[in-house]
């Protein structure tokens, strides 16, 4: 039986906590010993996944657009578009997830705020 995507885990990861389903995407795909880097929570599991939900709360018409992901090995890169508001310009984000058996072990999230104006005519997507 062919295993699902590390890539399709990371989407499917992204889009169920930028819908809310906070607590279902990490009890899916996040491993126990699950840590990031992130340097505004401390670096386990219930803190990122409290702060998710927090923020969940506040934003909940957050709208979250993937643009690409790579999977490398058992590394899988996303950019995204993501605004808190849709009336939001919002930022352009990248994560980057380490998996282990299935499950994401490890993630860096990176972000850049876009700029209502910009002289590269190619913009951030």
């Not at 969940?56 to 993501?82: Q, R, Y």
């Not at 998996?99 to 999230?109: A, C, G, K, N």
Request: no cysteine; aromatic share 10%.
């Amino acid at each position: 039986m062919a295993r699902v995507s590390y890539r399709e885990i990371a989407k499917s990861f992204l889009t169920l906590v930028a819908s809310g389903k906070v607590r279902e995407a990490y009890t899916k795909y996040v491993s126990a010993d699950f840590r990031h880097h992130n340097p505004y929570f401390k670096g386990d599991r219930e803190s990122l996944m409290k702060a998710m939900e927090d923020n969940a709360v506040k934003t909940p018409n957050k709208v979250l657009e993937i643009k690409m992901a790579i999977e490398e090995g058992n590394f899988v890169t996303t950019f995204s578009h993501i605004r808190q508001k849709p009336e939001e310009l919002g930022a352009a984000v990248v994560h980057i997830f380490r998996f282990e058996r299935d499950h994401i072990t490890e993630m860096w999230d990176l972000g850049q705020a876009v700029p209502k104006e910009s002289p590269n005519e190619n913009g951030m997507f």
